[in-house]
């Protein structure tokens, strides 16, 4: 089984940055699609970004679009998520997950078809 260690997280203002880590235990993340994905407290599970096994092809969710990158280290073998100017609505915890290459679900943000999660890392922005 996959297994992903997610890092990263804390209390933060809003305005302010994080940069959040998906490291992989015993695989290549680089050959798998890996998306970010995120639960607010009493809200559903929401797609937040994604890439391909390509490293090139990336998704994002409107509400993040312009303020989050996503990208890799294939040296460290590690996804991270790159987060500007959080505001209070980011709050929640973060979840890394992957997918099989052309699996379908990456480009669209759809948490179903991925096959491996980690067990998240908190954020929390609040002045």
């Known amino acids: 089984q996959l297994q992903f260690v997610e890092s990263g997280g804390g209390l933060v203002e809003p305005g302010e940055s994080l940069k959040l880590s998906c490291t992989a235990s015993?695989?290549?993340?680089?050959?798998?699609?890996i998306g970010w994905f995120r639960q607010a407290p009493e809200k559903e599970r929401e797609g937040v970004a994604c890439?391909?096994?390509?490293?090139?092809?990336?998704y994002y969710a409107n509400a993040v679009k312009g303020r989050f990158t996503i990208f890799d280290d294939r040296d460290k073998n590690t996804v991270y998520l790159q987060m500007n100017n959080l505001q209070p609505e980011d709050t929640g915890t973060y979840y890394c997950?992957?997918?099989?290459?052309?699996?379908?679900?990456?480009?669209?943000?759809?948490?179903?078809?991925?096959?491996?999660w980690g067990k998240g890392t908190l954020i929390t922005v609040s002045s």
């Open positions: 997950a992957s997918e099989v290459p052309y699996g379908g679900s990456c480009e669209y943000l759809v948490g179903l078809g991925m096959d491996n």
């Open positions: 015993g695989f290549t993340l680089s050959h798998y699609n």
């Open positions: 890439l391909t096994t390509t490293g090139v092809n990336t």
